[in-house]
């Protein structure tokens, strides 16, 4: 991978593409690397994009600072990657931690944006988040790194994946462990210590936002995604049915029909940013990819005001044999 | 960042052979020499005046390193062959060269910039040599070898918690981008000692 310097770092990057196309820039999650963008590359690459990965400070094989904890300097690090490559506007597409980063990107360098996506992200650290961290932080630092990596792994994926994958997750989380170091996820999540609420300054972004959110991520759940919504103007909500935290490792064939569906609205003028929330296909291939959201998107469920009328649920009877959980 | 194929080729050797006496003989001879570098080092600097509560933080991380020492000089089956000791020690010389400059004369206790180096060099030490990886998943979870290797790197990520904190807190003239490249620059140091380990390993015995 080359690189590029900037200050006392070096920044790895991948870029592929060719030269002149609308550039797509993916920001990764804590504990990625660019690599895990590839198979995003492929899909977007000849479809008339170029594909711009990089490792951030601290991940994969760009530098990974001790002392130096400014979540800023993400984003400064961003604008000075798209300098040295001479690329002046891009679409950002971001996952947690990479998603304060963008927002902060996208407040700061909105000018060099064509559009932006954050998903699985949050704008500020609700409690339930700030409690999180710390847990995390703890676990890091108290046990290992191991113990983070299994803590994260049902905290990002559903039941269903990692009973899917059981076999290859020994092997996954080898690799995660060498690619990571314990002391340079640690810096990223202590740079959370003087992390000041970007929410106040959402309003800022102006640009086409697609925001995405994991129908049962709890890890960063609905209200951290709503709280983007009502704040950026020129925004959508779409839930992802059934995904989890990391639906871009989980679901990566319907994450890029979604992320397609934005880019070729932009593209054709028929982008609007009205707020609105939407859920997005199950199936990447059907023909109408964004549903209308009917009902309260911040509730699990639907209660219904009892009166005289409405009839009481049945219960199912004893001798019913119960439907096994699919 | 050390190449993951160094890694799986030395794992894949370990489980082809196995903990052999070699390999156990291998990994001790470098791993005690980094340690005993370090604990030397936190000796003389639990002395340093003024310490506080950092002094207790010394103090426990050259008790743990001398445990993690022992742990692996009575846990090794140690091999007969004397030339993996002359191996062992070419392969350390860099790093011990780099401890050399931070012991000698006056030593940390009367020269600050050493502090701060020894601890720099703690830092890439303890974060840097990893063995968890090498070792092959259809070992024996109890096989006192494997075992002691997991229980050193779980200490290392909780006593680097000292290099942290210091390197961060800790009061020097150098501005942030030199001290940061000093660290990056002892990492160097060790990410050279443990890929010549991990080609050791590789190696056909």
């Known amino acids: 991978m080359p690189t590029v310097i900037f200050g006392p770092h070096k920044v790895n990057y991948e870029l592929v593409g060719e030269p002149g196309r609308p550039v ?33 400070l601290g991940q994969g094989r760009s530098s990974k600072p001790v002392i130096d904890s400014k979540l800023a300097t993400h984003a400064d690090t961003l604008a000075h990657l798209l300098d040295e490559l001479e690329i002046d506007k891009i679409h950002l597409v971001s996952i947690s931690f990479g998603g304060i980063v963008a927002l902060d990107f996208a407040i700061r360098y909105g000018q060099r944006l064509y559009s932006l996506t954050a998903m699985s992200t949050f704008a500020e650290l609700t409690p339930q988040l700030e409690f999180l961290g710390a ?38 989380k080898r690799a995660g462990y060498i690619g990571n170091d314990g ?9 959370f210590v003087e992390f000041e609420p970007l929410t106040a300054q959402l309003p800022k972004i102006k640009v086409p936002t697609l925001i995405m959110n994991g129908e049962f991520d709890f890890f960063t759940p609905r209200e951290c995604h709503e709280l983007i919504r009502s704040k950026i103007r020129n925004s959508r909500l779409l839930i992802i049915q059934h995904a989890y935290h990391a639906f871009t490792l989980e679901m990566p064939a319907v994450t890029m029909r979604q992320l397609g569906e934005f880019l070729d609205r932009i593209t054709n003028g028929t982008w609007q940013g009205d707020q609105s929330v939407w859920i997005a296909a199950d199936d990447p291939t059907a023909k109408i990819q964004w549903l209308p959201c009917d009902g309260d998107w911040m509730r699990a469920v639907r209660p219904v005001a009892a009166s005289p009328a409405t009839p009481t649920p049945a219960r199912p009877r004893k001798t019913q044999p119960r439907k096994t959980p699919t | ?34 340690k005993n570098a370090n604990l030397l080092f936190q000796s003389q600097a639990q002395w340093l005046p003024n310490l506080g509560v950092v002094q207790q933080f010394f103090i426990s991380q050259a008790a743990r390193e001398l445990e993690a020492v022992t742990l692996l000089l009575r846990t090794t089956q140690w091999s007969t062959n004397a030339m993996l000791a002359l191996e062992a020690q070419r392969i350390v010389a860099p790093l011990l060269a780099a401890w050399g400059k931070v012991m000698q004369f006056p030593g940390p206790l009367f020269n600050p910039p050493a502090v701060y180096r020894g601890i720099s060099l703690g830092h890439a030490q303890l974060a840097r040599i990893r063995l968890i990886p090498i070792i092959p998943e259809q070992i024996d979870p109890l096989n006192p070898f494997a075992l002691v290797l997991h229980r050193i790197e779980q200490e290392n990520g909780r006593m680097l918690q000292t290099q942290i904190r210091l390197l961060k807190s800790m009061g020097s003239e150098m501005p942030l981008a030199q001290r940061e490249a000093l660290v990056e620059q002892d990492q160097e140091v060790v990410d050279a000692v443990f890929n010549d380990l991990l080609t050791w390993l590789s190696a056909a015995p």
């Not at chain 1, 847990?135 to 990596?149: A, D, F, I, K, N």
């Open chain 1, 24 to 56: 797509i820039t993916f920001l990764n999650g804590l504990t990625q690397n660019a690599n895990l963008w590839k198979s995003y590359a492929e899909h977007f690459v000849p479809r008339g994009y170029r594909v711009l990965a990089y490792d951030m």
């Open chain 2, 1 to 34: 960042m050390i190449e993951p194929t160094l890694y799986d080729q030395a794992r894949d050797r370990i489980a082809a052979d196995g903990f052999t006496p070699d390999t156990q003989s291998r990994i001790a001879l470098v791993v005690c020499a980094t």
């Open chain 1, 183 to 191: 002391y340079a996820l640690q810096n990223l999540m202590e740079s």
């Open chain 1, 135 to 172: 847990v995390m932080t703890q676990g890091l630092t108290e046990v290992g790194l191991p113990y983070l990596q299994n803590m994260l792994y049902p905290m990002n994926m559903s039941s269903a994946w990692i009973a899917a994958n059981r076999e290859r997750i020994p092997a996954m």
